[in-house]
């Protein structure tokens, strides 16, 4: 596709949209200047190409298919059939997964999903008998209340959030520490890093249903043949959440005992961030459970976005080529080399680097809070997000740290010696704010004071960069 058509395509898109509601368009029109001028180190973004983008501006949002491939509650979904069986085709193919379930919208919803079908899959609930042989009216109260708890008694084991784990991981605040029993793992308190020995005794005591795996702040890799290993022993279903990975995956930077997919009984992922797709998730299954994982619209999901469907089978087919794995390499490369950049200057690093896309850096020693931190270096033009550390003192508003990752900027093209000079900014910009104080006076955990000219001195450094390094390069808005 030429630079000249997408250009085109979109500048009469914004017109279109302009003569409905101007405010709308010039919106997007400044969120394509804003991502173009700034340093985007949020490590679960990334920048989807023309053609998935444009995927999803179509009138297969407007069609409703809830249910499955043949099997709808909608008539006239045909064309919707055809796009979920390609992607659902292109992920099976991609990742090696016997089974791929295409429609959550978002990667909670995938790991709802996930908890669903184990549930309805492993609890030897007496209703669920029943209900294979009944119709679900004749259901007395009390096999309602038989399964509420069975179904709400049930054990999950997962990471905790400072250590690196999702929300829905099993913490409390999460719907997912309150529909389960659960119980966290950490890492080692000395290194940060995962201690399968310490998992394991976990599991043999709690003895967990499910375990899950995975992480969105954890900067290493994870070796899921020791997962699935501690799950088989004490009888849990191994849930791995790739959503974070999922491209380094696809990309064959994680092989072997790295990849979950051989291992995990489910893998749940998002689309849109190392995989550099839409914005959805993603349930890739063994076949025992896909029938329930089938069932997880209209369960557990509302209607599928079609057009988003769409737009996975586009980027599942772009995932697939040479050139994303070259991609995957070099986020896992930049990401070296932005904790290299990072160590050589002081900072002080969560397991003292990586090996994955992310960089999860402790901003104590700038006597920064990790809110402060993140405001400083947006004032500056570097768009990262706070982030918990490992029994961080600030909790999970405030936090000690900000998390880092390579996977929008490699898209733009940066390498070894942008992210070195990325990481000479950021402590810039840390090294010249200071704490500020409340209205009363005393210390404050969010407000900050960065010294004068940094931010202007950090973005011409930026652009200089950016400028190199364009953001959708041909594209051209009139
Ligand atoms: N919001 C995603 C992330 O930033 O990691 C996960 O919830």
């Known amino acids: 596709m030429t630079d000249s058509l997408i250009s085109s395509a979109y500048s009469q898109a914004l017109e279109v949209i302009a003569s409905v509601e101007p405010r709308i368009a010039e919106a997007t029109r400044?969120?394509?200047?804003?991502?173009?001028?700034?340093?985007?180190?949020?490590?679960?973004?990334?920048?989807?190409?023309?053609?998935?983008?444009?995927?999803?501006?179509?009138?297969?949002?407007?069609?409703?298919?809830?249910?499955?491939?043949?099997?709808?509650?909608?008539?006239?979904?045909?064309?919707?059939?055809?796009?979920?069986?390609?992607?659902?085709?292109?992920?099976?193919?991609?990742?090696?997964?016997?089974?791929?379930?295409?429609?959550?919208?978002?990667?909670?919803?995938?790991?709802?999903?996930?908890?669903?079908?184990?549930?309805?899959?492993?609890?030897?609930?007496?209703?669920?008998?029943?209900?294979?042989?009944?119709?679900?009216?004749?259901?007395?109260?009390?096999?309602?209340?038989?399964?509420?708890?069975?179904?709400?008694?049930?054990?999950?084991?997962?990471?905790?959030?400072?250590?690196?784990?999702?929300?829905?991981?099993?913490?409390?605040?999460?719907?997912?520490?309150?529909?389960?029993?659960?119980?966290?793992?950490?890492?080692?308190?000395?290194?940060?890093?995962?201690?399968?020995?310490a998992v394991a005794a976990k599991a043999r005591e709690f003895k967990p249903l499910v375990l899950v795996a995975g992480y969105s702040a954890y900067p290493r890799r994870v070796n899921f043949a020791k997962m699935r290993e501690i799950a088989d022993e004490v009888g849990a279903v191994l849930m791995v959440d790739m959503a974070h990975f999922a491209g380094l995956v696809a990309g064959k930077v994680f092989t072997g005992e790295e990849n979950p997919v051989p291992y995990a009984h489910l893998t749940t992922t998002t689309t849109h961030k190392s995989l550099r797709g839409p914005r959805g998730g993603m349930v890739l299954a063994q076949e025992e459970f896909a029938a329930d994982v089938d069932r997880g619209c209209p369960m557990v999901l509302g209607g599928p976005l079609s057009h988003v469907m769409a737009a996975k089978a586009v980027a599942f087919a772009e995932a697939r080529t040479p050139a994303f794995q070259d991609y995957a390499q070099k986020v896992a490369d930049n990401a070296k080399s932005l904790a290299e950049g990072f160590l050589t200057r002081g900072a002080n690093l969560v397991t003292g680097g990586t090996d994955n896309h992310i960089v999860l850096l402790d901003v104590s020693s700038f006597g920064l809070t990790g809110r402060q931190a993140e405001s400083a270096l947006l004032d500056a033009g570097v768009v990262t997000n706070r982030n918990s550390v490992p029994a961080d003192p600030n909790?999970?508003?405030?936090?000690?740290?900000?998390?880092?990752?390579?996977?929008?900027?490699?898209?733009?093209?940066?390498?070894?010696?942008?992210?070195?000079?990325?990481?000479d900014l950021i402590v810039d910009v840390l090294s010249n704010t200071g704490a500020g104080t409340t209205k009363a006076g005393g210390p404050s955990k969010a407000s900050y004071v960065l010294g004068d000219g940094v931010a202007d001195r950090v973005t011409s450094r930026s652009a200089e960069m950016l400028d190199k390094h364009p953001l959708y390069p041909g594209l051209v808005l009139s």
């Open 395 to 423: 909790g999970a508003w405030y936090t000690s740290g900000v998390r880092l990752g390579t996977p929008a900027l490699t898209t733009r093209g940066f390498g070894h010696d942008e992210f070195d000079t990325v990481a």
């Open 30 to 197: 400044q969120e394509l200047a804003d991502q173009r001028s700034s340093l985007k180190l949020i490590a679960s973004e990334n920048y989807a190409s023309p053609a998935v983008l444009m995927t999803m501006g179509t009138w297969f949002s407007d069609k409703y298919a809830e249910g499955t491939v043949g099997h709808r509650f909608y008539a006239g979904c045909q064309n919707v059939d055809t796009v979920e069986s390609l992607a659902a085709e292109h992920a099976r193919e991609l990742f090696g997964a016997p089974y791929a379930y295409v429609q959550p919208h978002s990667g909670i919803d995938a790991n709802l999903v996930a908890f669903w079908s184990i549930l309805a899959n492993k609890v030897e609930s007496p209703y669920l008998e029943k209900m294979q042989a009944k119709n679900v009216n004749e259901l007395s109260e009390a096999d309602w209340e038989t399964l509420r708890h069975e179904f709400g008694n049930q054990r999950l084991l997962g990471m905790s959030l400072d250590a690196g784990g999702h929300l829905t991981h099993g913490f409390r605040p999460n719907i997912s520490g309150k529909m389960f029993h659960q119980q966290q793992y950490g890492t080692d308190p000395e290194t940060g890093l995962l201690d399968y020995d």
